[in-house]
């Protein structure tokens, strides 16, 4: 068993005390079993009944900005490149219409 093999199973117990899902005496009860094993076979009852881990993190687009769920954001300000696309955009339409005018 490595070092980084404990210190995951460390990080995950620390997580469900954290959580609530163990109370103090079961947490160090787990720990010291964590410490004390020399086989993997030992850490059985270290993890038993431990919420499994989350296989993935979420992207920052979803990540909480801390309102309630159905509450409007702030709007964020337009940055120079959708200033200089919308009056490109502007400017193509304008030059269409005087062509079209003037052909017509």
Known sequence: ???AERDRLNARLNAAYTAGTLDQDE???RLDRLFAAQRLGELVPVVEGLPPLPTHSNPAIVAS???EPGELSES???GRLTA???GGVAAAILLIAIL???LI
């Open 1 to 3: 068993m490595t070092d």
């Open 27 to 29: 947490y160090r009860t």
């Open 65 to 67: 900005s801390g309102g």
């Open 76 to 78: 964020r300000p337009p």
């Open 84 to 86: 200089m696309v919308v």
């Open 100 to 102: 079209l005018v003037i």
